[in-house]
Structures are given as C-alpha cells and as structure tokens.
C-alpha cells in the first residue's frame, strides 16, 4: 500500500511539473510577443513631501497589457523575464516610453525608473540610458533611476564607477527597498546615492502587530541616513496613521496609496 500511495504521489508531483514548465513555457513565448507587440507601458506614482503633500516626483512603474489577462504586474510576468533574460529587453521598451513621456508630462518633480541589476553588468546601460535621454530631448536632472543594494554588492566599483557616471550626467540614484537587502552598511557611504526608498514592510508593520519592531528599525533607517546626509521615501504609506508617524520620526517623503495608486500617464 505505501509502495502504491509512493507511487500515486510522485506521479502527481509529476504531473505537476510538468504543468508548471508548460505555464512557464507559455509565458515565455507569451512575453516575445508581447515585446513584438509592443505591449508594455509605464504607470505613474506620485511620491510625496510628508509634511505638506506636495508632490515632489513620480515612480514609473512597469506594466504588460496582455491580450487575454488583461493589464499584469511585473510580480506575474518579472521571475520568467529574468531567467529567461527577456526582462532586458522589456525594460529598455519601458524605459525609452518613459523617458519619451518626459518631456510630456505635465506633473512637477523627476521620474524615476526601476533598474535591475542585470543592466549593471553591462558596460553600456550609461550611454544606452543617456541616448534615449537625448533622443527624447528629456532633462536628465529630472530623470532618477532606483537600484536595489543587490546592484551595489554584486561588482562594487563596477557599481560605483556607474553611479558616478550617471551623476556626472545629472542622473540621480535612488536605493531601492532599503532594508531588505544584506545591508551594505559599510558600502553606502562610498556611493553618490540622493535617498533611500524604505521599504514597505517596515511601514506596513507601524501599528501592527509588528509596531515595537518595524517602529525600532524605521528609526534605524532614518538614523542612518541622517548621518549620510541623504534623503529618505517610506514606500507603501497606506494610512494617516502611518503618514503621522513616519513625520514624526523625520522622514521627508512618501509614497503609497495613502497619494495615489499607479495609474497610466
Ligand atoms: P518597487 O520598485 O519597490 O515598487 C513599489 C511597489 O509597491 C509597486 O508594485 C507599487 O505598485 C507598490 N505599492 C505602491 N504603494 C503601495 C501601497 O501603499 N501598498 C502596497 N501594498 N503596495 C504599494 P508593482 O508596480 O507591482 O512593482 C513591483 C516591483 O516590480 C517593483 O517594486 C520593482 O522592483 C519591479 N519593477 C517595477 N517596474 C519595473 C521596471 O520597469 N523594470 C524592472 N526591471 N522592474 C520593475
Ligand atoms: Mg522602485
Ligand atoms: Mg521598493
Ligand atoms: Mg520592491
């Protein structure tokens, strides 16, 4: 009888993966298409000054207008994207929308984009991302570009000669979902970084059962960049409350749907 349910069961986790590679080869094949269709478009964010909620820039935000399951977060679409290596040519599609939306747009403040990592190792994202600011006729200093820490750990100065470069050209840096990463403690100060973006977990867990917590490692963050001299974003402000603290404890800016969800130009 365990021979037979062995056997049931590893015929089903089988056909299990077997289910699961063909999804996976689908959205692979679903995703070329879509790069041939062009059909990936930037939503915006606006992010915020805490104190007056004035809005102080927008976060581009990546999204696929897929023909059956409608308008798909990069969560659905980004784990293939990456393994596949797709995800580079889609977000340089992204990328020249919204630099070419710049000069469009009709809202105050930078816009920034998110970079993956990946593009760091390539020797040529400075000058491919400052063609298409110049093709565009767009204002680097009001482009911004966002990098998780695992795109500073992974080539130091190859990272650092990069964020020198884009800041050379008047593109600023912004860090990602601070503090989730193996904090680079020891790293940050060497980069031209202009704000840590903290991440929403911490914010989420302010008046949850995670206060004492999130509360204690808020404080940390906004400690430390106090000491750096940079500028700090709560990401994922969902609530007054939340807004009110994060003021207190001396963060300038947020973002979250407290202001705004993402939403097309
Ligand atoms: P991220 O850069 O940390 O972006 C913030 C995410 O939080 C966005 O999810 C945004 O929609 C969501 N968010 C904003 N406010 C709130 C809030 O108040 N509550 C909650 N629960 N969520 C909030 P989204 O748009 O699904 O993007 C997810 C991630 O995908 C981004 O995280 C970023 O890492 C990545 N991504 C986005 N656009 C691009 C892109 O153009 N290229 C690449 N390579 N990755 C991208
Ligand atoms: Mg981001
Ligand atoms: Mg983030
Ligand atoms: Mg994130």
Redesign the pocket.
Known sequence: RAKACGRDRSERFDEAMRAEATRLLDLEADLRRGILQDA?E??F?PIVRLSDGAVIGH?????WRHELHGIL???DF?GV?EDSGL?EQ??WL??RK?IGMMTKLDAPGYVS????PR?FRSDDFVDRLMLLVDCAGADPSRLRI?I?EVALLDDAPRALRMLSLLRERGVLVLL??FGTGFSALSYLHRFPIRAL?I??SF??GLGSDLHAESLALVRAILALASTLGIDTIA????TQAQRDMLDELGCQYG????YG??API
């Open positions: 990936f930037p939503y964010q976060e581009a935000l990546l999204r977060p990069p969560a980004i994207g995800i889609v977000d992204m990328y919204v984009i998110n970079v993956s593009h966002e998780t990602d979902d973006k991440d929403q914010v989420h990401e994922g402000v969902e973002q979250g749907y407290l969800r993402p």
